[in-house]
């Protein structure tokens, strides 16, 4: 059986450090995906907007699985997002105000929502991550469909204050770990192997044709649910421990070279 879709996690995955990839070889590797029709899908838990801008070229072609499963865009049309309950939504602005994260970012279909308290210098790490952002002066003010919340909220990066947290919120929402060392607030039962599924439906790709890698824990569903997974190198020992191989490290291009491979032995079967 061939590979007929490979996703790839972006930060601490497909990207370097740098934020940065070898175009030149992953241009040489798109043109054999599009002679063998394998769909080259982008799945993370930033923001559609941001995510395309590293794909300039290939957006019209390509597949984002974005806020992780939260936001899906097949070929530059938008086929799915997630929607926050506007009672969940209360919920977690009077939640969160017990706990003060660093910050918080409201990303919604149509722009993310930074509250007007944020220094200059958050601002500005937010809008790296959410190109499209504005400010608001309460949770409570936004008037758009809510797909995720994005925190940086260091006592949430330990496993009692997330279950905490989940539980004030009745679990309408959970807590999960994203690559860039953020914690994400996302609806249970959207994430990126239900983005992943989504695209498959369209494009008729059964399980056994999916290949997917990532590193941390929001990339656990889509590497239990691809037949072909790869954790990086330095992945948590969590997503080492559920995919099937480990490959090498994201300044090393390992996602790039695997990739290369998995086409490779397309060609032979």
Same mark, same amino acid.
Request: hydrophobic share 40%; aromatic share 10%; net charge negative.
């Given at each position: 059986?061939?590979?007929?879709?490979?996703?790839?996690?972006?930060?601490? /995955?497909?990207? #370097? #450090?740098? *934020?940065? !990839?070898?175009?030149?070889?992953?241009?040489?590797?798109?043109?054999?995906?599009?002679?063998?029709?394998?769909?080259?899908?982008?799945?993370?838990?930033?923001? !559609?907007?941001?995510?395309?801008?590293?794909?300039?070229?290939?957006?019209?072609?390509?597949?984002?699985?974005?806020?992780?499963?939260?936001?899906?865009?097949?070929?530059?049309?938008?086929?799915?997002?997630?929607?926050?309950?506007?009672?969940?939504?209360? *919920?977690?602005?009077? /939640?969160?105000?017990?706990?003060?994260?660093?910050?918080?970012?409201?990303?919604?279909?149509?722009?993310?929502?930074?509250?007007? %308290?944020?220094?200059?210098?958050? !601002?500005?790490?937010?809008?790296?991550?959410?190109? @499209?952002? @504005?400010?608001?002066?309460?949770?409570?003010?936004?008037? #758009?469909?809510?797909?995720?919340?994005?925190?940086?909220?260091?006592?949430? *990066?330990?496993?009692?204050?997330?279950?905490?947290?989940?539980?004030?919120?009745?679990?309408?929402?959970?807590?999960?770990?994203? %690559?860039?060392?953020?914690?994400?607030?996302?609806?249970?039962?959207?994430?990126?192997? /239900?983005?992943?599924?989504?695209?498959?439906?369209?494009?008729?790709?059964? #399980?056994?044709?999916?290949?997917?890698?990532?590193?941390?824990?929001?990339? *656990?569903?889509?590497?239990?649910?691809?037949? !072909?997974?790869?954790?990086?190198?330095?992945?948590?020992?969590?997503?080492?421990?559920?995919?099937?191989?480990?490959?090498?490290?994201?300044?090393?291009?390992?996602?790039?070279? /695997?990739?290369?491979?998995?086409?490779?032995?397309?060609?032979?079967?």
């Amino acid at each position: 059986m061939s590979v007929k879709l490979i996703a790839v996690d972006m930060d601490g /995955t497909f990207l #370097d #450090d740098q *934020k940065q !990839y070898n175009h030149e070889y992953f241009d040489q590797l798109y043109r054999k995906m599009k002679q063998q029709h394998v769909e080259f899908v982008v799945a993370s838990g930033n923001q !559609y907007y941001q995510l395309s801008e590293f794909f300039a070229p290939y957006k019209e072609e390509i597949t984002f699985v974005a806020e992780n499963g939260g936001n899906i865009y097949l070929h530059n049309e938008p086929i799915y997002h997630a929607k926050v309950p506007k009672n969940v939504n209360a *919920k977690v602005a009077q /939640t969160l105000s017990h706990y003060k994260p660093d910050f918080i970012v409201a990303c919604g279909f149509k722009s993310a929502y930074a509250l007007d %308290g944020l220094t200059d210098e958050e !601002y500005k790490m937010a809008s790296f991550f959410f190109p @499209q952002i @504005q400010k608001v002066h309460a949770l409570e003010d936004i008037e #758009d469909d809510i797909i995720k919340y994005s925190l940086d909220f260091a006592a949430a *990066k330990t496993s009692p204050i997330r279950d905490q947290i989940n539980e004030e919120l009745n679990n309408e929402l959970v807590l999960v770990p994203t %690559g860039g060392g953020g914690i994400d607030l996302i609806l249970p039962k959207v994430h990126k192997a /239900t983005g992943i599924k989504k695209v498959q439906e369209q494009l008729g790709i059964a #399980d056994d044709e999916v290949a997917a890698f990532g590193d941390n824990g929001n990339d *656990k569903e889509m590497l239990n649910h691809a037949k !072909y997974s790869f954790a990086m190198g330095n992945a948590t020992d969590e997503i080492k421990g559920i995919a099937r191989n480990v490959i090498g490290n994201n300044n090393d291009e390992a996602v790039l070279k /695997t990739i290369d491979q998995l086409l490779t032995e397309n060609e032979q079967n």
